[in-house]
């Protein structure tokens, strides 16, 4: 799935974009968009990540199953 990435330094000029492209993408039949996650910035201003898929992708489901045992619980390392 393709990471779309919005970002800025000016102060809410990645909220104003989002809250026009969100809708955007969401009414269109074509796309499916995940919500949307703040990502950390040294600075001002803001960075937002979110998942973007075709509607062509949205039935594949992934499973992940485990075939091996877990690890066993690690001992405390001697002192020295």
């Known amino acids: 799935m393709a990471q779309i990435r919005v970002m800025s330094d000016d102060d809410g000029e990645v909220t104003?974009?989002?809250?026009?492209?969100?809708?955007?993408?969401?009414?269109?039949?074509?796309?499916?968009?995940?919500?949307?996650?703040?990502?950390?910035?040294?600075?001002?201003?803001e960075r937002v990540v979110f998942e973007l898929l075709l509607a062509e992708q949205q039935g594949h489901t992934v499973t992940v199953e485990r075939d091996d045992e877990p690890a066993s619980e690690r001992g405390q390392l001697p002192r020295r």
């Open 16 to 45: 104003d974009l989002l809250a026009v492209l969100m809708p955007l993408l969401n009414a269109h039949p074509a796309f499916v968009a995940s919500g949307t996650r703040s990502l950390g910035k040294r600075g001002p201003g």
